[in-house]
Every structure is written in structure tokens, then in C-alpha cells.
DNA sequence: GTCTATAGAGGGATAGAC
DNA sequence: GTCTATCCCTCTATAGAC
């Protein structure tokens, strides 16, 4: 809830994650709040990463932070909605479409784009389950259940058989799972995502 | 670390997870305990989980918790170490066995089998899945880790190409997700379990 | 084996100066 | 926009009686 006061939203392009130091010039103070954030709710766990150590690791006051997000929630919730607007954009995009097997295939192509063409958003997917148990109590955690539920459907009717869900499901796990699960094996981030999306396209087929 | 003072470790054949009330005879304290805070754990998550919600939920006050595990983190550690026996014992199984097609699918199986019948080892890998950046600072957790991607190593050799381990990754991730994606359409357990072995099996073939 | 009471630490959030 | 100082709360864990 509330996107709160601070300067208007920059949000460069930026696909990093590595704001070690203050090399980071480039970003205004609410972006930068929000890449510091994001990196330890990802490694350390949202509930135990403090203010102090997002400011800490900035270079400012507990204090300060709050002039730029009114609580610790909302600096999730900031991170969250532009990977929901994205998701509804395609959801909208898939509204009145035949599900048709060509389509389910755009569908999934398009949604691998979303998510590794803009700011993080495989990042904040990447919070998002590593964090499942903080999210659910969120408002901005349930909106983002209820998209992945649609999304879902799009795949799959909700009455084909159980086996033939899940599979589908599975196509969608892989377009995330797989930038992460390869990493070590295939450093080439594109070589990854084709990979992944190789693997989603056969199991929407039958 | 350590397996405390306490009675003696019963663990008796268990599956349901619905011990809302003192309808749990039949259990003694420290499996209550387990049982109930693995509820918590799951749903509220490990963080957000006061010993005092635990033993509110009891009946009993937080320091007869203590009796019974010396810390928080012991009551996780004795919940995770089941688990990581029955899979040491399939990796056992599998380690001088040839890699065949039909050694890979006898070993999902079996996996399967080990996960649904053993002691609510699936609401163990729940709790896993939901409290990732919890148990990555654990001692147990980091165990639970290797032995996964020991797993995989199994059903996939690591120099294949990515998209095929990718592929054969998912097939584990089948057999845990099935029974919690597909709850709400299909409601018999069996049918949900062999849905996922269905859809495993399928992975693991070319 | 369970209780009451409390120590001791750390967290989120606010007040008000600059 | 950032600071210092502080409030208030919750949590884990321990001490010691019964």
C-alpha cells in the first residue's frame, strides 16, 4: 500500500545485482534503497535484515530511509508492483486470445521477456520464493499469488487432468527456476534463459 | 546440532498434519512439539514463529519447550535430520548403480515413496521450500542442500547440456510440488502423488 | 516436567534539530 | 534529506521454585 513520498520513481535500466559500494552513482536515493534491499531480503531473509543494516550498508541513518519508504513493508511492496503491472499487461494481452498451442507459446515466450528484460524482475521472482512465508502477508504478496494462479490457467485449463496441470505449471517454474539452477554450470545469462525456455516449450506440448 | 535431553525419539507413523487440539494423544510432548511447530513453521513461517505461539498452541508455557529442545533452531535441526537420513539411504542405494533410464525411474520412485510415506517428510520439504533463507543458516539445511543437488547429479550427469539438466531437475521438483499445487483440484492424495510421478517420469525420457 | 519471572538483546518506528 | 536520540515492543533464553 501508498508508494509514499521521496523523489518521483527513476527505475533505470539496470540488471545487476552488485551495488557492493558506492560505485553506484547513477541511481537516485529511493533506487538505491530499493537494490541495497532487495539484495539482502534475497540472501539474508526479509525478516532478518534490519534497517540498520540497509542503512548501514548505504552509508546512511536508519532514520534516513524512512524519509523514503514510511515503513519496512513498503519498500517490498515498491519492489513488487512494477513486476505486477508487467504481469497484468500480459494477462490483459492473453485476455480474449484462443488458447490455442501457438498462443501458450507466445504467452510463455512473452512472459520470459517481462521478466528478464526489465528492472530485476527476475530478482524480485527470486525474493518472492525465497520469502513465501513473509509474502503470503502482504497485500502485494496475495495480488502477486492470485496473477500466478492466472497465469497458470492460461496454460492449463483448470479441468484438464491433474497430471497435464502440473505440467504446465512446470513450464512456468522453469522460465524462473532456470536462471537461477544453472548458474554455476552456464555463466552465459542468454544461453541460460533459452535453455529455460527450451525446456517450457516442450512441456506445453503434449 | 545436538539431539538434547528429552525422552527418547518415538516418531511413530504419522501423515496428517492436523493437530488442532489435544485430540493428539497418542504422541508424546516432543513429537507434539515437532508437529506443532512445523504447522507454524509452514504457515506463519519459521521467523514470524514465537515459542510462545508454540506454546500457547501446547497448552503449555514456553519454558517446558525448553525441556525439551535446548533452542529454536533444535526443534528445525530434529525435524530436518529424518529427512536427511532417508535421503542419504537413497543416495546409498543409487551410488554404485549404473545410470539407466530405468535406474533413473526406480529412483524417482523410491524418492516419491521415501517422501510420502516416511513421517511427514513432506511437510518437512515444505517447510524447506517456504523458510529458504531460514535454513540456509543452518547447519542442517546446508546438508539438505548438497544432498539435493546430489539428487540431481543422479538423474542428470553434470556435463549435459543445460536444457537437459534443467529438464531432469524439474522431475524432482515434480514429486515435491504436485502434492501441494494440485490440492485444491484434486483432493485424493494418491491420485495427486501419482499424477507427479506421471509427470516425472515423463521428464526423466528424451 | 512444568511453572513464574526476568534478564538481555534487537527490532521498527518517531521526534525534532540541522 | 539526513542526523541523533529514544520509545516501545517482542523475542530468545535463563534462573529458580514446585
Redesign the interface.
Known sequence: MSDSPGPVRTLRGRNRITSDDPADAGMDARSRIQQVALELF???????TSLREIAEKLGVTKAALYYHFPTKEDIVNSLIQDRITVVAELLEWARDRPRTAEMRLEFVRRYSEGLHRGNRHDYVMRFF??????VN?LAAGEAMRDQLAKVVDVLAD?DE???V???R??AI??VH??HF??RD??PDDQ??IE??L??AE??LGD
Chains 1, 2 share one sequence.
Do not use: H, M
Open positions: 534475497i540472501e539474508v531473509g526479509y525478516d532478518k520464493e525465497r520469502n513465501q512465508t513473509v502477508t483448470p487432468p491433474a497430471a496441470r502440473l505440467r505449471s512446470l517454474f522453469a527456476a532456470g539452477i544453472l554450470r552456464e544461453k541460460r535453455a529455460a527450451e525446456v516442450d512441456l
